[in-house]
């Protein structure tokens, strides 16, 4: 696949999962979370240039700082989405603004390792990008349906994250 066509299809999958991550969307747990991932991974792996050959090692570093990265961003960010169960047992999701820092905290580092890399002058595939974009939608759907099960089996009906919970109103004097 060309850099246009790679660099257009990150562009799509990023811009469709940041849209999504603010809009309430219900979790189907009996869904195949993990097909869009492994696609996205097999189709990073398929393109040839992702080590440089002429900086093999330090571009193997680069691509495991990558990958890491995705995976950190993935659990950072499915932590950070809000679950709830509606009333018919409906499992809900939404993104937080805690999301979004995670999101914003995971562009800054990837564009600090691109730098490091070209400041290195390795060569470097928009695959690597796909690849660690691969691994953080991998974790964030696992974690995710993790929670849901876990919360399905627990029967608990504790506040989601970013629910704001006040302390008990205390009792006015008579």
Do not use: C
Not at 2 to 28: C, E, K, M, N, P
Not at 81 to 89: M, P, S
Not at 116 to 121: E, P
């Amino acid at each position: 696949m060309s850099g246009f066509v790679d660099a257009l299809v990150i562009t799509a999958v990023a811009g469709l999962v940041v849209v999504r991550q603010f809009r309430a969307a219900r979790i189907d747990t009996d869904r195949r979370w993990w097909v869009l991932p492994a696609v996205l991974g097999v189709v990073a792996l398929r393109e040839p240039g992702m080590i440089d050959a002429h900086h093999h090692t330090v571009s193997v570093l680069l691509l495991a700082a990558e990958t890491a990265l995705g995976l950190a961003t993935g659990a950072g960010w499915a932590w950070t989405t809000r679950i709830w169960t509606d009333a018919d047992g409906a499992v809900w999701s939404r993104g937080t603004r805690a999301s979004v820092a995670v999101w914003g905290a995971g562009i800054a580092l990837r564009a600090a390792l691109f730098g490091i890399g070209a400041v290195l002058g390795v060569r470097q595939d928009s695959s690597a990008l796909l690849l660690a974009l691969a691994a953080t939608l991998l974790v964030r759907s696992g974690v995710l349906a993790w929670r849901v099960q876990a919360t399905h089996s627990a029967g608990e009906t504790r506040p989601a994250y970013g629910d704001v919970v006040g302390s008990p109103a205390r009792k006015e004097a008579a």
